[in-house]
């Protein structure tokens, strides 16, 4: 299984087919939604979403293809300027796929829970899958006061090999043993223990206020 392979061929269809496609159709949303088996669009105006669901290329009216390059799902789902796109397979194992589809699926609800806590003046931002850092966050706390930071899930980046948790605080938060994450300023939960996400977000929303 090519955890980091499969991540960076499924980060390249969000980012240069999926997002794309969205725009086409709306005009300017770029963000996309964790769906099953993987990640897509939302309800698009005509109907239907177009995504990746394991290893395929999922299009409006449902069908189905194989993803082999991003050239090929852009002609697949009708996507304007698809033969300017590259025409290199992409590596997408399915055992890699199901471990990623999971990261986003689980990440939204958590997040979804962590909104229905969140107060009035926390202005917590809806869940979305963003395809430039390919993660499911949310933005929650007080930007005046200094208690605004990202919540999210990663499925990984190039200083993560492994899907992961994380916090990120707009304004740097004081030394403690809570900020732990080493390529940012923050918190993070590795892979292993990602289910404790959850507990992380909840102690660095109070540590932050």
Same mark, same amino acid.
């Not at 999926?18 to 769906?35: D, H, K, Y």
């Not at 194989?66 to 025409?87: K, M, S, W, Y």
């Given at each position: 299984?090519?955890?980091?392979?499969?991540?960076?061929?499924?980060?390249? +269809?969000? &980012?240069?087919?999926?997002?794309?496609?969205?725009?086409?159709? *709306? @005009?300017?949303?770029?963000? +996309?939604?964790?769906?099953?088996?993987? !990640?897509?669009?939302?309800?698009?105006?005509?109907?239907?979403?177009?995504?990746?669901?394991? *290893?395929?290329?999922?299009?409006?009216?449902?069908?189905?293809?194989?993803?082999? =390059?991003?050239?090929?799902? %852009?002609?697949?789902?009708?996507?304007? @300027?698809?033969?300017?796109?590259?025409?290199?397979?992409?590596?997408?194992?399915?055992?890699?796929?199901?471990?990623?589809?999971?990261?986003?699926?689980? @990440? *939204?609800?958590?997040?979804?829970?962590?909104?229905?806590?969140?107060?009035?003046?926390?202005?917590?931002?809806?869940?979305? +899958?963003?395809?430039?850092?390919?993660?499911?966050?949310?933005?929650?706390?007080?930007?005046?006061?200094?208690?605004?930071? %990202?919540?999210?899930?990663?499925?990984?980046?190039?200083?993560?090999?492994?899907?992961?948790? !994380?916090?990120?605080?707009?304004? #740097?938060?004081?030394?403690?043993?809570?900020?732990? %994450?080493?390529?940012? =300023?923050?918190? &993070?939960?590795? !892979?292993?223990?990602?289910?404790?996400? #959850?507990?992380?977000?909840?102690?660095?929303?109070?540590?932050?206020?």
């Amino acid at each position: 299984m090519d955890l980091v392979a499969t991540r960076l061929a499924l980060h390249a +269809l969000a &980012e240069q087919v999926i997002s794309p496609l969205r725009v086409q159709a *709306t @005009g300017n949303e770029i963000a +996309l939604q964790a769906r099953p088996g993987g !990640y897509g669009t939302p309800e698009l105006p005509d109907g239907g979403w177009v995504g990746v669901s394991g *290893t395929d290329v999922v299009r409006a009216d449902g069908a189905r293809r194989p993803i082999t =390059t991003l050239r090929d799902a %852009a002609v697949f789902v009708a996507l304007n @300027g698809a033969e300017q796109l590259n025409d290199e397979p992409l590596v997408v194992h399915p055992d890699a796929a199901a471990v990623l589809a999971p990261v986003w699926a689980d @990440g *939204t609800t958590w997040l979804e829970a962590l909104i229905a806590d969140a107060r009035p003046d926390e202005a917590a931002s809806e869940v979305h +899958l963003w395809p430039e850092h390919f993660d499911v966050a949310i933005e929650l706390g007080d930007e005046a006061a200094g208690r605004r930071a %990202a919540y999210g899930v990663s499925p990984g980046d190039p200083d993560h090999p492994q899907p992961y948790g !994380y916090v990120a605080p707009w304004t #740097p938060p004081e030394p403690a043993p809570l900020w732990n %994450a080493t390529a940012f =300023t923050g918190a &993070e939960v590795p !892979y292993e223990r990602l289910s404790e996400a #959850p507990a992380l977000w909840r102690a660095c929303r109070a540590a932050l206020g």
